[in-house]
């Protein structure tokens, strides 16, 4: 397991009770480099959506155990935030609960002369995602051609 994971791991395990006390779900969390600087992020949701104030309370409670642990080797910056509109599908709960919903999918090399996919979420398992498209046709994607499967949002 790279150090990257590790540090994700850990942090997960420290963030569960804490958002599942209030009520909220632990989304994801990712240790990132963004040019010159390490970010700790923790995403956090709840019906009826995150507040400033949600997030406030989180973020005071893994700060302090974070300081107290110190397992993370690197500076960085923590970030505890809502996972936003376009929030990425990656886990078994994130495909689950968006069962029925339009999804948009970019994949790494063109597909039918495409890389950008809509539809609704018809089908997963541990390596396929299956859409319905607009058409009515079903299309099917090994998750290894993805590189990016989130909700679709129109404006």
């Not at 997960?12 to 989304?27: A, K, Q, R």
């Not at 990712?30 to 600087?37: A, I, N, Q």
Request: charged share 40%; proline share 3%.
């Amino acid at each position: 397991m790279s150090k990257r994971e590790i540090y994700e791991q850990k942090t997960e395990e420290i963030l569960l009770p804490i958002v599942e006390e209030y009520g909220f779900e632990l989304v994801d969390v990712e240790y990132v480099k963004e040019g010159s600087t390490w970010y700790l992020r923790a995403y956090i949701d709840k019906p009826g959506g995150i507040n400033i104030d949600d997030c406030e309370k989180v973020s005071r409670r893994l700060s302090d155990i974070l300081d107290e642990k110190d397992y993370i080797d690197d500076a960085y910056i923590m970030e505890v935030s809502s996972p936003g509109l376009g929030r990425p599908l990656k886990k078994e709960k994130d495909f689950k609960r968006s069962l029925g919903e339009e999804v948009e999918i970019r994949t790494y090399r063109m597909m039918d002369k495409q890389k950008e996919f809509f539809g609704i979420l018809k089908e997963y398992d541990d390596s396929t995602v299956t859409i319905m498209q607009e058409d009515e046709t079903l299309k099917t994607f090994a998750k290894s051609d993805i590189a990016l499967i989130r909700l679709a949002f129109d404006f």
